[in-house]
């Protein structure tokens, strides 16, 4: 393979397949080894028919592995190169590499510019303003954060995150799943809203990455106290 797992073999200038540069989770272990965990490990370019990553224990090159990503499933695959931590892998059967970086929606320009206060009459007080003037930005990696920190785990950007800290924002937990089934379901329908503003096809395409499915940002545990 000339353009992830023979990375080491490429000449100067010279390009094989289209790959995607970007930093996923998946997990790796030797082929019918059942008796040992699976290890994590942090995939930095992906194409369809390889990939590099870093992993923290050592395979031998030639080892047929068994490489777990999210979206894609379980693929077989060879270790062409190692080089320290990181080794180019080549898969026995091709993939749809957008299906590892399918997609609510990341942006991280969540800055405090992007906040306001409005005063609410009614409670003679000052309340914070919707979020405004922030787009959707399309990101291939599935671990994703925000500028601010919203939770106890900090910037992640997850669904769960953000109900770790709602009481800080003065909402119950039932008040906080019911602002998240209300987004989700205008987000749900992100497409059909772009075509009713004339949005071309491909142009939604560009920016489909930025939109991720519920299951992606939401845990089942959580996910179950809103059914």
């Keep these: 393979m000339a353009d992830i797992a023979g990375e080491a073999a490429r000449l100067p200038g010279k390009r094989g397949r289209k790959r995607d540069s970007m930093l996923l989770m998946g ?20 194409s369809a028919t390889g990939l590099m990553a870093v992993a923290p224990l050592a395979y ?7 490489i777990e990503l999210r979206g894609v499933g379980l693929i077989q695959g060879e270790i062409k190169w190692v080089r ?3 080794m180019g892998i080549t898969f ?7 299906r590892a970086r399918r997609s609510v929606v990341p942006k991280d320009d969540d800055h405090l510019r992007n906040h306001a ?3 609410d009459d009614e409670h003679k007080g000052w309340r914070l303003s919707p979020l405004y ?14 500028h ?18 709602a009481s800080r924002f003065g909402l119950t937990r039932l008040d906080a799943n ?20 004339g949005v071309p096809g491909a142009e939604s395409e560009k920016i489909a990455p930025a939109f991720r499915p519920i299951d992606d940002v939401l845990s089942t545990d959580a996910a179950s106290d809103m059914a």
Excluded: C
């Design 27 to 46: 997990t790796i272990k030797a082929a019918g080894d059942y008796a040992r965990d699976t290890q994590p490990i942090r995939i930095r370019n992906l």
């Design 60 to 66: 031998d090159e030639g080892s047929i592995v068994e």
């Design 84 to 86: 320290g931590d990181r």
């Design 92 to 98: 026995h059967e091709t993939i749809d590499p957008l």
């Design 117 to 119: 206060f409005l005063w």
């Design 133 to 146: 003037d922030v787009m959707p930005r399309p990101m291939v990696s599935y671990e994703r954060h925000l």
């Design 148 to 165: 601010l920190g919203v939770g106890l785990e900090g910037r992640l950007a997850t669904l769960d995150n953000a109900l770790s800290a």
């Design 178 to 197: 019911e602002v998240i089934d209300t987004i989700w379901r205008v987000v749900a329908k992100w497409r059909e809203f772009f075509a009713s503003y």
